[in-house]
């Protein structure tokens, strides 16, 4: 039950992220864009689309279906095998007898046989048996790598989302910038008309304009790019009309787990943990079959054969076809094969132990991803605390500058040095935000809950 209330709590959006600020400014930091037009698709859309169209999904899901008929290959073993065979030859040249000076052909031109054969293996030393479970192995090893696949595909298409709202208000951010340094320099240039400012101070604010200005091409260029690589991992067109919509509701940050409850539940959920696991299972089921080389072979035979002998077409008569059968047991049992089994044995018993180093490395890194992804998370969060007020209080400070400005009791410099500050708190705060998204993302995937979560959102 607890593990469920965990789960619960990564799923559920807590308003931490984003509290509303004075003239709700910081919130406006990470609204849409107005001029964006065509197919619009939530985070939860480009995951499932990805999931359904995304190479990497369809090749893990063959590769599941691949495993699920070795295990059926596996399995037939503990059947009985039947075979129907027949065989027809014409006596070009009838063999001899040498009596004397005299020669008789013997045999007849045509011969026909046809039998059914089966054979059924008793015992075989375990090799059967743990062939069987070694393929049952492979059949969950193929579930684990595709849900493995799904979460690093459901990773990928979540961070290409959030460098989309990253880029988004980034671009809000330097035509905000762009903006007020717009304003300040109409606010210089009036001041140098009156006298009251030197042609200097325009000429400065002028650079300090154009100096803004690549910055907002650049955050359109990568708006731009980053519809370009969703599109690309959800098998589109790069030409498709399709953006991307959020709400706020997909920056907030829900409160974090105690960290001992997500170590448990990476240790049950992790596919990479569980497909460690069953390597070594695997591996135990390898040595058992490596020593079925020592042990005998046990097995039950059984044929029922026609034939038929003629010189002259099919056979009609009784006296020239008859039926045999036999039935019975064969026994092998290997004596000497020059250390060749002892060597598989050997080989195989190094490599259990590898996979059982591999599956305790990995869990301790399982533990070390958790715990990096937990305190990613936690410094965010308290990023965005601190900075949130902080871009308030920028554009408070920046006000007030300005009107300080207008009234000769303050210098540009001072001005300027207030727009950068509203920039840099703005930078800021997107960034903590952005930072946020992508360690609550990575914490999902470092407990294997990433694909589910956004199932239980859908539903």
Request: aromatic share 8%; proline share 3%; hydrophobic share 40%.
């Amino acid at each position: 039950m607890r593990k469920w209330i965990v789960l619960a709590l990564l799923a559920m959006y807590a308003p931490v992220g984003l509290e509303a600020a004075p003239n709700n400014s910081a919130n406006s930091l990470f609204a849409e864009r107005e001029e964006v037009g065509g197919e619009k698709i939530t985070i939860a859309d480009a995951i499932r689309m990805a999931l359904s169209d995304s190479y990497q999904i369809i090749d893990a899901q063959k590769t599941k279906e691949i495993y699920e008929e070795q295990l059926a290959e596996a399995n037939s073993y503990f059947y009985p095998s039947l075979s129907l065979d027949g065989s027809y030859s014409r006596a070009l040249k009838k063999g001899k007898i040498i009596m004397g000076s005299n020669s008789i052909e013997i045999g007849q031109n045509n011969t026909y046989t046809a039998g059914l054969s089966g054979s059924y293996i008793l015992w075989s030393g375990g090799q059967i048996r743990n062939t069987a479970r070694a393929a049952k192995v492979g059949a969950e090893t193929g579930f684990y790598n595709l849900r493995h696949v799904q979460d690093l595909v459901t990773q990928q298409v979540v961070k290409f989302c959030y460098d989309i709202i990253y880029a988004a208000a980034l671009i809000r951010v330097q035509e905000e910038y762009l903006d007020i340094a717009k304003q300040h320099l109409a606010e210089a240039q009036a001041k140098y008309k009156q006298g009251l400012a030197s042609n200097l101070d325009v000429l400065t604010q002028k650079v300090k304009v154009e100096n803004i200005e690549p910055l907002v091409l650049q955050a359109k260029k990568n708006f731009e790019l980053g519809n370009l690589y969703l599109r690309q991992i959800l098998n589109r067109d790069p030409e498709d009309n399709i953006y991307l919509t959020w709400s706020e509701k997909d920056l907030h940050l829900p409160p974090t787990p105690p960290l001992d409850e997500l170590y448990r539940i990476a240790m049950e959920r992790r596919p990479e943990l569980m497909l460690s696991k069953l390597a070594v299972d695997a591996a135990h089921y390898n040595i058992n079959i490596a020593k079925a080389g020592h042990m005998p072979v046990l097995a039950l035979n059984a044929d029922y054969t026609y034939n038929g002998i003629t010189d002259h077409g099919f056979p009609q008569h009784k006296q020239d076809y008859y039926w045999s059968s036999s039935a019975g047991v064969s026994l092998s049992i290997p004596l000497f094969e020059g250390g060749k089994v002892s060597s598989q044995v050997a080989q195989k018993e190094l490599a259990y132990e590898q996979a059982v180093a591999a599956y305790q490395n990995k869990m301790k890194n399982v533990r070390i991803e958790v715990k990096e992804a937990w305190l990613n998370l936690e410094e965010a969060r308290s990023r965005i605390e601190a900075t949130k007020g902080v871009v308030d209080e920028a554009r408070e400070n920046l006000s007030a500058q300005m009107q300080r400005y207008r009234a000769g009791l303050t210098s540009q410099l001072e001005v300027n040095d207030a727009i950068s500050n509203v920039n840099d708190s703005d930078l800021q705060f997107v960034q903590a935000v952005y930072d946020g998204a992508i360690a609550l993302s990575d914490l999902k995937f470092a407990v294997g809950a990433e694909v589910e979560l956004y199932e239980k959102k859908d539903n």
